[in-house]
């Protein structure tokens, strides 16, 4: 079998199943292509077992996927060898003047809210142009019961619990803070059953961690802007910037998005969550470094090596 340098996986001691199932895929491929599926080995447990691998000094590179605390403390343990950080996000989503309203409320909802709004990239506040902010907002509440509860075992099921109590209840009090501060919610806010409902809230004042912070959850933020530029400095004054989304039917306004926002990606008429392996998918700023995607992963964890021949 040919020699690999293998690899070790880590989950998150709350996930851990979805991790041991990919592992047991891996070493399936591994076999069928005569290499040693022992490549790929799996370690649970938490903070003293991650920080065990993350400074052994045979750890060649660290990637890591979480929040941007953990990645910075990560960082620092592993230094100096190489880190792949993949980190938090509240990510933006733009809409303008002339964007196709049904569009891009389609978009909200399928990006707002997917996984239960537990994706660094789903969308958390959108921008609005003046123009079109009452009608987007009144087609988005009109459209909000398609987005179901329930079970996550059923099909239909689009917004289940979040991953535990912990975090329904950080949520909440998240958005009651900013409705103690102004903000208005224009629905959910309020659990059914363990999960908490769809949720949109506008006017959040910017300086809250609703706003400001990764929510994590099925929550998005409706804000009103009066031109584009503003639209761009909101969604730039943030720590994060993973990927972020606009609408528009003008191919001026696409390119201005791309030249002006300081984000790892921008995405133009489609959610910000989009991926696809071609990509290289990765953030700026407190998002994280590195770059994820096949191709650029495998970029990622190489060492350029200069030889030098004199004859």
């Known amino acids: 079998m040919p020699l690999v340098r293998p690899i070790i996986l880590k989950p998150a001691p709350n996930t851990p199943l979805a991790t041991l199932w990919a592992v047991h895929i891996i070493r399936e491929a591994l076999a069928e292509h005569s ?10 447990g938490g903070i003293d077992v991650g920080e065990r691998l993350v400074g052994d000094p045979r750890s060649a590179v660290v990637s890591f996927t979480g929040s941007a605390a953990v990645g910075h403390q990560i960082a620092k343990n592993a230094a100096p060898r190489k880190t792949v950080l ?13 964007a196709s309203i049904p569009q891009a409320v389609d978009a909200v909802l399928r990006g707002g809210f997917y996984a239960n709004g537990q994706a660094c990239i789903s969308i958390q506040r959108v921008l609005l142009d003046k123009e079109i902010a009452q009608e987007f907002q009144a087609q988005l509440l009109e459209r909000l019961g398609e987005v179901a509860v329930g079970d996550p075992r059923s099909a239909q099921t689009r917004v289940a619990p979040v991953i535990n109590e912990a975090s329904t209840q950080r949520i909440l009090g998240w958005i009651n803070d900013a409705a103690a501060h102004g903000a208005q919610v224009l629905a959910g806010g309020e659990l059914e059953g ?20 990764e929510i994590f959850g099925p929550v998005i933020c409706l804000e009103t802007v009066p031109d584009l530029d503003t639209a761009f400095e909101i969604l730039n004054d ?7 989304a ?34 290289p998918y990765g953030g700026v ?5 590195g770059r994820e995607g096949p191709r650029f992963a495998i970029e990622e964890f190489t060492v350029t090596r200069m030889a030098l021949i004199r004859p």
């Open 35 to 44: 290499v040693n599926p022992g490549a790929v080995q799996l370690v649970t």
């Open 86 to 98: 993949e980190l938090g996000s509240n990510t933006g989503f733009i809409v303008a003047a002339d």
């Open 194 to 213: 363990r999960a908490l409902k769809p949720t949109v809230v506008r006017d959040v004042p910017r300086d809250l961690q609703l706003w400001n912070e």
């Open 238 to 244: 943030s720590r994060y910037g993973p990927q972020a």
């Open 246 to 279: 606009i609408y528009s039917s003008s191919l001026k306004t696409a390119f201005r998005a791309i030249d002006t926002l300081k984000v790892g990606g921008v995405v133009v008429n489609e959610i910000p969550g989009f991926r696809s392996d071609i990509m």
């Open 285 to 289: 700023k407190d998002s994280g470094i």
